[in-house]
């Protein structure tokens, strides 16, 4: 199960889980287009997915979800939360209400989905936390974005040690500059300049992103747990 699969590293977990064989939950929140072509391309493999409306930062409709999801599959082996946005700007001019979302689309929904999900996370499960550089090393302009995804890394880390005893893990990755739909609104100087400060000197893929997630949910990651994986060329360094 995959949240905010319906583009960017979401749709590429999807679907590089679906070509390893895994039957696909794709849930979206508006893109029911987009997550409908994944559905279809999935199914064109000869792979099971169902796409699933839900806004992730909404309980109610999580418990919802969750409940299609024992109806029509009875389990969740790997869980990826992935959902996340930005509403960039300085502490000194963001709004509490751009503070109170990011922090509920990113961070809330994390236990939202996570707390309703466990009970169907068998053992050896794997969940996987989508956090981001920004939760490691702070940005500029991005106090609600950074402490969202570094509350996920405080969420990962403990509930590793909570899940520890049933061989379920919890990683978190944390991506760099990744080509998506949210970098796509930095403008291009700032991109450029970003760029220039990665020794890889390029940005990453939401292919590379989502080789890690696949790394973190198969079992040549069995003795992993509570880590955060960076993926950033370098960047930081
Ligand atoms: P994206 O904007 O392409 O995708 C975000 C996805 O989350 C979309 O499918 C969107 O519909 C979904 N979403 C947003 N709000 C939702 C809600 N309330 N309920 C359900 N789904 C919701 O961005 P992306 O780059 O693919 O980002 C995916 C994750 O990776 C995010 O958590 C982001 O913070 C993280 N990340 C991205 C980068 C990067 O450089 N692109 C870097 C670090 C971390």
């Known amino acids: 199960m995959i949240t905010g699969a319906s583009k960017g590293i979401g749709k590429a977990i999807a679907l590089e889980f679906a070509k390893n064989n895994a039957s696909v939950i794709i849930n979206y929140n508006k893109d029911k287009e987009g997550a409908d072509l994944i559905e279809q391309g999935i199914k064109g493999i000869g792979k099971k997915a169902v796409a699933i409306k839900a806004d992730v930062s909404n309980f109610n409709e999580v418990t919802a979800m ?40 990113n961070l809330t929904s994390v236990y939202n989905v996570t707390k309703q999900a466990l009970p169907l996370i ?16 702070g940005n500029f302009g991005q106090c609600n974005y950074a402490a969202s995804k570094a509350g996920i890394i405080g ?3 403990s509930l590793s040690k909570e ?15 990744i080509q998506s739909e949210m970098t796509n609104k930095i403008p291009f100087f700032r991109k450029r300049i970003m760029t220039a400060m990665i020794p890889l000197k390029r940005m990453g893929t939401v292919e590379e992103v989502a080789n890690c997630a696949l790394f973190l949910a198969s079992e040549k990651s069995s003795y992993i747990t509570g880590e955060v994986i960076s993926i ?3 960047l930081g360094l």
Do not use: H
């Open 122 to 137: 068998q053992k050896n499960g794997r969940i996987i936390n989508i956090s981001s550089i920004a939760g490691l090393t």
């Open 163 to 177: 899940l520890g005893k049933l061989s379920i893990t919890v990683n978190a990755i944390a991506p760099g500059l």
């Open 232 to 234: 950033n060329g370098g």
């Open 155 to 157: 969420f990962t880390k």
């Open 66 to 105: 969750i409940e299609q999801i024992k109806k029509d599959f009875g389990r969740i082996d790997i869980l990826v939360n992935n959902a996340g946005i930005t509403m960039d700007r300085t502490l000194k001019n963001m709004t509490q209400d751009e503070w109170n979302k990011v922090i509920n689309v």
